[in-house]
Structure formats: structure tokens, C-alpha cells
């Protein structure tokens, strides 16, 4: 079977190639890579590069995501045979269908890591971060799907600190930015974009001041430690730390002002391992034991802060209630 559909991939006409690109979906993992390894994938990639034929380019990204799926070796072999380039092209034309497709294969080849440097260095970033950008001419006709397949793939790429840099420098932050204002706290694309400005910031000390010095960006984080999936909380209080640490005397105050501790102490009660560490990290940050010049009810509210806390770390030691735990936070939310 796979040497006809070989025969057909690599001498066949158009209408051959189209009808094997198609049915490489239907190969098991074996064959696929047998399939692979007679060459076919040159063939499919230059079919990418038929002009107007949408029918040849959409079975050609069928058939190269069906080949890249679940093995390395054909994720580098598709990028080597020139898939890459193609693949950008078709990201900027206007067709929704073409657009989804050439999106989803540049996230499967940019989870290889021997990809990485390729897909960084073909002006894959740049295109990402405009696809992103409301002025974008194509904006219109991206999905919600396309959205998270821009930011896994820019979630897989920022694993790399020398890529770091390249996101920092196309001026990325402020796309994402923009999709983390813009959405629900509790999304998967705000999980997504703050799980990426995170990693970026953590790499970054010009990343980490363009964050920090950008308006609403607080209040917009603790909102998301309180609304946010697991994974949102998680990555937004790792955010708040690395802004509070870069300038306690500066950020503190603006913290405790958009009301983080209740949502910060909920969070190292019942937030993920991590998550309770990060909050913790915060709380100890915000914690002002001095109440000189303090009105009456924050000094009360300074004196449950240490209460609570306090409570927290009897109950890591002896197993205490949680919800002598809650009840003391939700007095605090009042």
C-alpha cells in the first residue's frame, strides 16, 4: 500500500497526489514512517507551493500533519525538505480553512525542539504576533482555535532563552497584553498568554520592566489570581512575585491596593503545589508588620493578615481546619 501511494506522491499527476496525500491518514504509525522514509515528503511539501490549487495545499497539510504526528524523526524531516517557509506563506493568505491547517502544522513541528532555531529564524514570531494583533488585515477570520494554536506554538518555542530574546525584540509583549485584556480571566486564552508572559519574564529583565510598567497590568493579574483556571492562577502569581521582587518600595503598595490578599491567601490554601508556594513568596513580600500612620480598619486588617497567616502555616504543620482558614479570609474580602 504505501508503495503505491509513494508511486503516486512522487510520479503520479495532480489529481494522483491529491487522492495519496489523503489517504496517508488512514496508514498506521509503521507505515507512515515506511511512507516517510521512500521520500514523499519533498513531494508533499512542493505541493504546498501550488499556486491557487487549495485543493492540493489542504491534502498536502493533511498528509504532512498525519506524518508529523507522534514522531520526532518526520517533524525534522518535513522541516529540512523547506515545509517551514510554505507553511508562513499560507498563514497570510486569506482563507480561514488554509490559515487553520498551516497553524496547526507549525505548532507540531515547533514542539521538536531540533525545529526550534528554524521556525524562530524564518520570521515565524513576527507572523504570530500580527496574526494576534486586532490591526491585523487577516484577524477577521481567526478563530478561536487558531488563537490557542498561536500561542502553544509560541508556548513551545519560548522554552528557548536565545527565542526569548526574539520575542522581546518583535515587540510581542504588548500583543499578548492586548489578548489578556480583552479576555475572560477564567479562558484558556488568557491561561495561555499569561503562562507565556510568564516565561518570558522570567527570562527577562526588559521583558519583566515592560510588563511591570504597563497600566492596569496589576489589577488585570490579581483579577486572574482570583478568577482564573489552576494554571492561570498559577502563572499570574508567579508574575506579581517577579514584579514585586524587581521593586518592593514601588509595586507593593499597588498590589495591596487592587485587594490581592484575600485572592493570594486563597491560593496558598487551595491553589496547586506550586501555585502555594508562589502566593506564600507574594504574601511574604506584602507583608507590613509597622502600622504606624494606618487607619483603624487597615490595622485591623493588617492584624488578621498576620492571623491568617499564621493559621496557614499551623494547619501545613498539624493538618488544622480549612475552613477556619476560609473564614478568616472571607472577613478579610469585606
Not at 502544522?105 to 521556525?119: E, Q, R, T, V
Not at 530574546?165 to 486564552?189: A, K, N
Amino acid at each position: 500500500m504505501e508503495a503505491t501511494m509513494a508511486e503516486a506522491l512522487l510520479f503520479g499527476d495532480a489529481e494522483s497526489r491529491v487522492s495519496a496525500a489523503r489517504d496517508i491518514g488512514k496508514l498506521n504509525k509503521k507505515q507512515k514512517q515506511s511512507l516517510a522514509e521512500k521520500g514523499v515528503v519533498s513531494s508533499l511539501v512542493l505541493m504546498l507551493h501550488s499556486t491557487q490549487d487549495y485543493e492540493s495545499i489542504q491534502a498536502a497539510l493533511f498528509a504532512l500533519l498525519n506524518l508529523a504526528y507522534g514522531s520526532e524523526r518526520n517533524k525534522i524531516l518535513i522541516a529540512k525538505c523547506g515545509a517551514i517557509p510554505a507553511i508562513l506563506k499560507i498563514m497570510q493568505w486569506e482563507n480561514e480553512s488554509l490559515l487553520e491547517l498551516a497553524l496547526a502544522a507549525l505548532l507540531i513541528l515547533s514542539s521538536c525542539s531540533a525545529n526550534k532555531p528554524d521556525i524562530a529564524s524564518s520570521g515565524a514570531i513576527q507572523l504570530l504576533f500580527q496574526l494576534l494583533d486586532l490591526q491585523f488585515p487577516n484577524c477577521n477570520i481567526i478563530s478561536h482555535q487558531a488563537k490557542l494554536d498561536i500561542l502553544s506554538t509560541l508556548n513551545n518555542l519560548a522554552t528557548s532563552p536565545q527565542i526569548i530574546s526574539s520575542i522581546v525584540l518583535s515587540g510581542g509583549l504588548m500583543y499578548l497584553l492586548q489578548v489578556i485584556y480583552e479576555s475572560e480571566r477564567s479562558s484558556d486564552l488568557a491561561e495561555k498568554s499569561i503562562a507565556l508572559v510568564e516565561a518570558i519574564v522570567s527570562s527577562s529583565d526588559i521583558a519583566l520592566n515592560q510588563v511591570s510598567e504597563t497600566g492596569g497590568i496589576i489589577q488585570v493579574l490579581v483579577e486572574a489570581v482570583e478568577e482564573g483556571s489552576a494554571a492561570t492562577k498559577e502563572h499570574a502569581v508567579g508574575i506579581l512575585v517577579l514584579i514585586c521582587k524587581s521593586c518592593k518600595e514601588r509595586y507593593r503598595g499597588m498590589i495591596l491596593r487592587e485587594g490581592a490578599v484575600p485572592g493570594l491567601l486563597q491560593l496558598s490554601v487551595d491553589g496547586t503545589w506550586l501555585a502555594k508556594e508562589k502566593a506564600k513568596a507574594l504574601l511574604l513580600l506584602l507583608r507590613d508588620r509597622s502600622s504606624g500612620g494606618s487607619s483603624k480598619n487597615q490595622q485591623s486588617k493588617n492584624v488578621m493578615f498576620e492571623e491568617v497567616m499564621r493559621e496557614i502555616d499551623r494547619r501545613e504543620r498539624i493538618g488544622t481546619s480549612t475552613q477556619l482558614v476560609e473564614e478568616m479570609i472571607a472577613k478579610l474580602r469585606t
